[in-house]
């Protein structure tokens, strides 16, 4: 089946992100699609400042609205941000029966009931993921995951430069301005950081958690908006001494009088998983009836954690287009006649780090036996906690860490560790992983 | 448009729980799959233990065959558990053109290639995200929500009972059968727990995930397996001095070799998010080549949160059969026409606890006419921290936790702090949230 045709606005970081994305993972998303999906056509403010990107087969423009009108052109990707000419962009490739992608929170925020009545009337989809939360697929998650919940309320972390900067205030004991100086060097932050410091960026986010929560429309203006600039680091300091942390959430909840949409620093007690989501990274916590708690973590920001979400969006809507409804998505998440038959390893084959725990007799030279044989198979050592020895048995317990070793040979060191008189238990071995 | 009609076989835990949540948010759920779900028949063991769930409206039989021949019902949903009879009761239903709901892990694990195939034959959806990880919608997130990702690893604790019982040992210092029993006791372990702590369950989890993920068939009889039986108090101890948490993953991992597909006992660094995910909840670390490291967490079992993927699994399968495949899913969640107009509060209207930060002069009877303020406006302490004064300027901070108070009361409540001559700063404050 020939290839979905896309037109991709704005080449910039998510924009670059996306064509990387496709074109590295094109073989994994064609099975998982059933179709290809390739970039016909992009647009960028300056075709000049494109660096080292590989735009092979598109035809390049510096008019987005070039973009949109080409005939050829099935889905339109919206990466450039703002609201105009993002909003006409957008509504002008729904006018012309082309389906839309975007990653532009504002724009959903601000105009996107008129934009979702547009594409309503006209048959085509307008899917944006990557409008909150980046790479966190949290509108899939609330809008499909939690559709039998009555969702009662939910918060999250939902702006990567704030909570940065309150993880540094509170790590290192440093001031607001300090910090956001440091942020905007390490390109977290703006040049100019209103939308972040200030809570607008988390506020258009929260508005359209919200109303896919909750069914109710967007409404941008109805959001109390309060951002971190007021935050001392002696406050940060007190909620700590208290058990708390200070955190940026928006926080949506329902209560008999109304919804509340507010968007500011909040404490909230440290033992919470929430409370320990430090720097850029974003996660929501959103509360159903009948699930209860459930909680979504990642990288809310960045060029391919934001396309990660945008080429989801393309998989959904070349699914939708592709696919007869009762199989859009595979049960096996790739199309049948694409599973792979990849080798499943035997367990001497894995690679991890190991715990042993050794029990021994407390006598000279067992340490330097033990880890003899260790070395002799290229076992290499991360730590070594020996305990007291027992004053009436002289046993002690002796934990070794190691680093990652072949299962294979684990095996055989514990064999010959075993095997030492001084050894006098069976070894535990327990397996370590860094998951990082 | 007519409901739905459903087949509901078993009215157990589950099952009575998905007629609970069915009933309950009938309205919500109607509004979002824009059609309403009814179950019509439904299929007990035993038609005299069913307590005071309200059957009103279904057929009832004890012959779970009777429902999938019922020539009305639309949708089988699978709730028996086992591989015998399900298997027969779910290939039936695809053979008489019905789609299937199913929260069985241990039949997709075993059966699943042949149900799929099936399934495919037929043109019958098969929906399963109850499987995995009870109402966290994870099947969701790695087959739709990380599509455009090649998926590296992934790593979950996706069994409940396990994680509970190793939460405890680390709590509380206690040894493995002592915390079994105790969980058996509390209904958190089966009578004949093996399948929990032997690591049964988890692989069959582990085996839907990695197929997913890396789009291979199912093939559980690959997984390694090793459950918490061996792990003592003392590793738990000994990991926690070194830095580490000892939890039961369910880890697949590609390889150059190969995947790997393992369940065991694993120290992972006390850091991690994952690390902190204790008692019988559930989680999963995803990590995308785009996206990085994703987590998902909440309950992995129960009634309800069990309930709450199978029925927006129901959701799902409603809206393919419903509506037309480009406005499958409604862009706000909920259709268009049922969007509500409930208000949104206005901020002096909303209630939260409160952190405030006095700048006082040290002098007798601030306090109490502090505290006096807070009295006379309804407005309880939870917590004071009183920091010692200056020497020379003999100012101090004074921090104040309130308990819930509606945000137009604590206004008034500052303002006339603020109007004491001892509070020589405006009064700072931030919201605080306790969020469960």
Not at 252 to 275: C, D, K, Q, Y
Not at 425 to 430: G, K
């Amino acid at each position: 089946m020939k290839p979905v045709k896309i037109g991709l606005l704005g080449l910039g970081t998510v924009g670059g992100g996306t064509v990387r994305v496709l074109t590295r993972n094109r073989d994994e998303i064609t099975r998982r699609a059933g179709r290809g999906i390739e970039i016909i056509a992009a647009a960028a403010r300056n075709l000049d400042s494109l660096g080292d990107l590989d735009t092979t087969g598109m035809r390049l423009t510096e008019d987005a609205f070039e973009v949109v009108e080409d005939p050829e052109v099935e889905v339109i990707v919206e990466l450039i941000g703002g609201l105009s000419p993002a909003r006409e962009l957008v509504l002008r490739a729904i006018d012309q029966g082309k389906h839309v992608v975007t990653a532009n929170k504002a724009l959903i925020a601000h105009h996107g009931n008129e934009i979702f009545q547009r594409a309503q009337e006209k048959g085509v989809m307008v899917a944006f993921e990557a409008a909150v939360a980046g790479g966190i697929p949290i509108i899939k998650a609330i809008r499909e995951g939690l559709a039998g919940n009555r969702i009662e309320w939910l918060a999250g972390i939902i702006n990567g430069t704030a909570n940065f900067i309150l993880t540094e205030m509170r790590d290192k004991g440093r001031d607001f301005n300090d910090v956001l100086a440091e942020a905007q060097r390490l390109g977290y932050a703006e040049a100019d950081p209103t939308f972040d410091v200030e809570g607008v960026d988390a506020a258009h986010k929260l508005t359209i958690l919200a109303s896919i929560a909750f069914g109710v429309p967007l409404q941008f203006d109805r959001v109390y908006m309060e951002g971190i600039t007021g935050i001392s680091r002696e406050d940060v300091a007190y909620a700590s001494e208290l058990g708390y942390r200070i955190k940026h959430l928006g926080i949506a909840r329902r209560s008999p009088r109304g919804i509340e949409l507010r968007v500011h620093p909040t404490l909230i007690p440290e033992r919470r998983l929430i409370a320990n989501v430090d720097g850029v990274l974003n996660a929501v916590l959103v509360w159903g009836d009948a699930v209860g708690p459930t909680l979504y973590y990642g990288a809310g920001a960045g060029a391919e954690p934001t396309a990660s979400a945008v080429v989801a969006d393309l998989v959904d809507v070349v699914r939708a287009l592709t696919i007869d409804p009762e199989n859009r998505v595979p049960h096996l998440a790739f199309q049948p006649d694409a599973l792979a038959d990849t080798r499943i390893l035997a367990m001497d084959e894995v690679e991890t780090a190991f715990y042993l725990r050794l029990r021994v007799v407390d006598q000279p030279g067992v340490m330097a036996d033990v880890t003899r044989i260790l070395a002799d198979l290229d076992i290499s050592i991360e730590a070594i906690l020996q305990k007291e020895p027992d004053e009436d048995t002289h046993e002690a317990d002796v934990i070794l860490l190691t680093h990652r070793v072949r299962e294979g040979n684990l095996d055989q060191a514990i064999g010959r560790i075993e095997a030492l008189s001084s050894v006098i238990a069976p070894v535990q071995r327990i397996r370590m992983e860094a998951l990082r």
